[in-house]
């Protein structure tokens, strides 16, 4: 081999070194400034919170709404529990919960629906989800 070549793989050969060396290193080196900064933030304790104003729950303004209706239990509906209250009508709360139970899981399709001769689909009552009704009576599922 010649002295030019000889000196051109030794000057390859420590760079690779070099970049490996400064791989390895950067690693160690990058867990050092975050437990710094980790160290900064804790340095501060008395750092001031401000709060906001607490948001109205959606379940206090149902119930405002609704205050006279007679509350039968909850059902299952498609995102979690649901109030089953009697809106019009003499209408037992053991009837308003057997069809409740039957069209509480379908809710999520939208559509109106009839459950063992009940008319259920989406209300237009505020804070009622949905509602069914059958000759003078109905009953409206809300959160």
Known sequence: MSRSLHRIVLVLAAGV??????ACGSEQESSTPS????????????ASV?????????????????AGHTECGTTKGPDG???????????????????ATHYGPKIATGQPQQVSG??????????????????????????
């Open 118 to 143: 009940w008319d259920c689909g989406p209300s237009e009552t505020a804070g009622i989800l949905a509602a069914c009704s059958k000759d003078d009576q109905e009953f409206g599922l809300a959160p």
């Open 50 to 66: 401000v709060g906001g104003p607490k948001p109205a729950s959606p379940t206090t303004s149902v119930a405002d709404d609704h």
């Open 81 to 99: 529990a649901l109030r089953i209250i009697v809106l019009e009508g003499a209408l037992d709360c053991a009837t308003a919960e057997q069809v």
């Open 17 to 22: 070194l070099g970049l490996a060396l400064a």
């Open 35 to 46: 437990q710094g900064a980790a160290t900064t933030v804790s340095e501060n304790p008395s």
